[in-house]
């Protein structure tokens, strides 16, 4: 079975500080998806990663992908109370899509 | 450019009622994929179709779920009967090509079986 790990499952931070989120597998993946999830609303894709050792910047989030393909980061700098939310990888498995576990984000301000 | 559209946006019903859900995938998109979300169990997938076609049910917890594409523009989720467990928020989402593309998701029935 594969599957896809978050951690940590949950982060209460004070707003302006910086925190890293992981996503991990066994499996080797040929691309793998960030999403963050609002409270209501439908996960929204963040960013795509392809290559491995691959790093995509979106304002304060630095996605990377590692040199095998089997896991992933999510960092974020000086976070703010806008970045809360549920936030969800996903990949490629061998016949069908499957997303993390999920790592659950407040950012306190 | 219009989501992907689900309704209702809530549903309240009880214990043994018929339940159907509703998506409007995003226009041209191929792949449409149904999941259930629950804070036990995270997002669930149920099912995913391609060219309206369904691809892998095997996340289809029971008999009792049953979904349909009858067209490239709409789609199904039915349960029957509903059960107390049932009760989650069920989303569906579409995308280009069944595996490797984004996904573009509604935002969700949210489900109570009393």
């Known amino acids: ?109 | 450019d219009a989501g992907v559209i689900q309704s209702p946006r809530h549903e309240v019903t009880e214990m043994g009622q018929e339940v159907t859900l509703r998506c409007k995938p995003i226009s041209g998109h191929n792949s449409l994929f149904w999941y259930r979300q629950t804070m036990m169990r995270g997002l669930e997938l149920l099912i995913y179709f391609n060219n309206n076609v369904p691809i892998d049910d095997s996340g289809m917890p029971e008999d009792r779920f049953s979904a349909k594409m009858p067209n490239a523009s709409f789609s199904t989720l039915k349960i029957q009967p509903s059960e107390p467990r049932d009760s989650a928020v069920y989303f569906c989402a579409s995308s280009y090509t069944v595996l490797g593309q984004p996904q573009h998701f509604g935002d969700g029935t949210r489900l109570s079986i009393l």
């Open chain 1, 1 to 109: 079975t594969q599957l896809l790990e978050q951690s940590p499952q949950f982060l209460s931070i004070q707003e302006g500080e910086n925190l890293t989120v992981y996503c991990n597998s066994s499996s080797v993946f040929s691309s793998l998806q960030w999403y963050r999830q609002e409270p209501g609303e439908g996960p929204v894709l963040l960013v795509t990663v392809v290559t491995g050792g691959e790093v995509k910047k979106l304002k304060r989030l630095t996605f990377q992908f590692g040199d095998a393909r089997k896991d992933s980061s999510l960092h974020i700098t000086a976070a703010q109370p806008g970045d809360t939310g549920l936030y969800l990888c996903a990949a490629s498995g061998t016949y069908k899509y499957i997303f993390g576990t999920g790592t659950r984000l407040k950012v306190l301000a």
